[in-house]
């Protein structure tokens, strides 16, 4: 993964906190494991689990005791991972023992067969995860088998393994990236909620509305988009556990996944070399809006923009959309210190849930950003380009959807990047800072292949995939959805 981008920029930009682990090799070194069993394990659980901790300490991991784990009220201390194989009764589970609901990763390990089956479609193996999890109050679930163990993420991600035991690799490059990446929602603190401030009767909102129309029916019978886990289904031990997990997910009624994202028109600045003078024009304001970005082995300073993004709402049908209702505007102002993230509401909606905002935030507004930096480093070394001229006048588009393009699929013009990353969810710092520094490592190949940027293609192993560029949103999906275009959108004559 390059480091074009600097991790104290990642912070001023996004607020991302320096010692988040974006490396697998820190990511290793930041973990703190404890072994937390049931009153009974089956023999396999006790030799799986005898395997994953004679892996992870090979990895230079140390695994904790319980009473290592624990502080002085007997509640694991933050940041600890818990792996709780077995069957637990309710007065033991580990989530009993937490302190917080968002410091600790739990884990539990099964001696059984995944409850998903191959031929299951994403949204019933997506509901079957998310039930499991509520039902057993953990993060991440692992099941065990004679010939596999297989790995179960809140996002719909399942990685299976074909051998017994994990080796060093597996846990190395799979299981440690996520339990290092933890998903958690937007704090109310972190941004500004501007309630009914999305004017949605303007002509520019009639124009993007329209985009996220087509954009929506282009992707209505697209099993891979998957839309909503509901909360009200799913199966509780208590109504005690319930509120635990309505808590988690910040009082919302169940989980989304995927989004459509139009960023809106923003003019940039052609950045300039490190080893130029500072243009006059360029104030003491100005230069705190300044980020250092490495390209081609040389430094280019770049002016950062404040960004605006209309966005699909957390919680709705994405292939289903009313736009005044489904659709938000997010946003990042700089600042001295690092970017304000802020939420409009359409006006004239009142309901609670519009105001929460998106697990993915982050995200979106780091792709949104990545753009924008992209597009003025292109005015200084590409003056011809056609990608900086037409964010200032259309700006570009965003979809994020849980599966991966084929080859031929691929738009002209975009660049693919990701495919090594660790695999992480999209709704993490890790991903935010994999999008930015990534966007970069597109540009630099366009540049390198003489091609014209138009956009790059974000790979999330074990999760997804960004499509970002100068197309449109129903372009996009056309290109995504070819046979079901045919069919909404006949050819003339």
Known sequence: MSNSISSDALHKLLGIPLDTPLSIDNMCKRLKPVIYPAPVLSDRLEQFCHALVKAMQSLGITVLSEKEASGNDGRFAPGTVIFAPGYFPDNLLAINRVATLYNNIIVGIYDEHPPINTS????????????RLARDMVHILIFVTDHSWTICTMNGGVVTFNTPYPSKEDVQCTLVPKLTAQVVPPRPEDLDIEHGKLQTGTPEFEAVSRDFLKCSALWSNNSSLLTHTSTAGLQYRSDFYKRIVARYLDQRSGMSYGFFACQLPVAV??????????????NHKDIERIVEIRVQEKTLLVHVPDISVITTRSGCK????????????????QGRDQGKIYLKTPEGCSSANIAKPSFDT????????????TASILMTIRPEAAFPSHLARHGASITHWHDYPQSEQLPEGYFLHGEENPPVSCSTPQSAAYSLRGKIEALEKALEQGIEYRGDVHVEPNHGTNIVGMLSLAETAELLNPLLYTELIPEEG
């Not at 300039?272 to 006059?280: A, H």
């Not at 982050?362 to 930096?373: D, P, Q, Y």
């Open 120 to 131: 299951a479609l994403p949204q019933q193996r997506l509901d079957a995860i998310v039930g």
């Open 269 to 282: 600045q052609p950045a300039f070399y490190s080893d130029s003078n500072i243009p006059k024009a360029h």
């Open 318 to 333: 994405k292939n289903n959309l009313d736009p005044k209702k489904d659709l938000v505007e997010i946003g990042l102002i």
């Open 362 to 373: 982050l995200t979106i507004l780091a792709h949104a950003l990545g753009n924008a930096l």
